[in-house]
T-cell receptor, first 108, second 119 residues
């Protein structure tokens, strides 16, 4: 099956810093999503982005499907951005496969 | 109210007990899923259903069963719970259609999770 690798596994930032999270995948996909799991365990949809670039406030994401990677950008980070960020990918006819996540800690 | 509701949110039980986790959704989606998350790991698919008459095994279905009682309801059962089934369980939904066209893979929306502890 498809392999999903996220980096870095852990990231510690000071409030106000910018960061880039990466998701590499091993096969062509037609679904790619980014999720944020907050410290209470809730999974929140950030982006549905099988290709191209999207922005939502301080967050943006870019997927380069031909090169099999996606990037999640967080600008001017806040303590509420802390949690785990998951990338999940899917190919035609299959279900989503999740990466193991990036644990982000934003300190005040 | 949440679009995807799971009950119970927390449950502590003993080895050998039967447990049911329930999921209901108001999104009108055809497809429903059950995932399991273990500490420090991503999510793994247990079962999924594309409509009321369709049930499919995921990566880790052993020790679990499901029932799709209606389009809006999908329950997960542990017939005889064991300690290594202690985990956070998520229900999710996705739509068959995207932009008016049948989508092979759709955007997932998750419930708030059910934390299960088996002693």
């Amino acid at each position: 099956g498809i392999q999903v690798e996220q980096s870095p596994p852990d990231l510690i930032l000071q409030e106000g810093a910018n960061s880039t999270l990466r998701c590499n995948f091993s096969d062509s996909v037609n679904n790619l999503q980014w999720f944020h799991q907050n410290p209470w365990g809730q999974l929140i949809n950030l982006f549905y982005i099988p290709s191209g670039t999207k922005q939502n406030g301080r967050l943006s994401a870019t997927t380069v499907a031909t090169e099999r990677y996606s990037l999640l950008y967080i600008s001017s980070s806040q303590t509420t951005d802390s949690g785990v960020y998951f990338c999940a990918v899917g190919t035609s006819g299959s279900r989503l496969t999740f990466g193991e996540g990036t644990q982000l800690t934003v300190n005040p | 109210d949440a679009d995807v509701t799971q009950t119970p949110r927390n449950r502590i039980t003993k080895t050998g007990k039967r447990i049911m986790l329930e999921c209901s959704q108001t999104k009108g989606h055809d497809r429903m899923y059950w995932y399991r998350q273990d500490p420090g790991l991503g999510l793994r698919l247990i079962y999924y259903s594309f409509d009321v008459k369709d049930i499919n095994k995921g990566e880790i279905s052993d020790g679990y069963s499901v029932s799709r009682q209606a389009q809006a309801k999908f329950s997960l059962s542990l017939e005889s719970a064991i300690p290594n089934q202690t985990a956070l369980y998520f229900c999710a939904t996705s739509d068959l259609y995207r932009g008016g066209v049948i989508a092979n893979t759709g955007e997932l929306f998750f419930g708030e999770g059910s934390r299960l502890t088996v002693l």
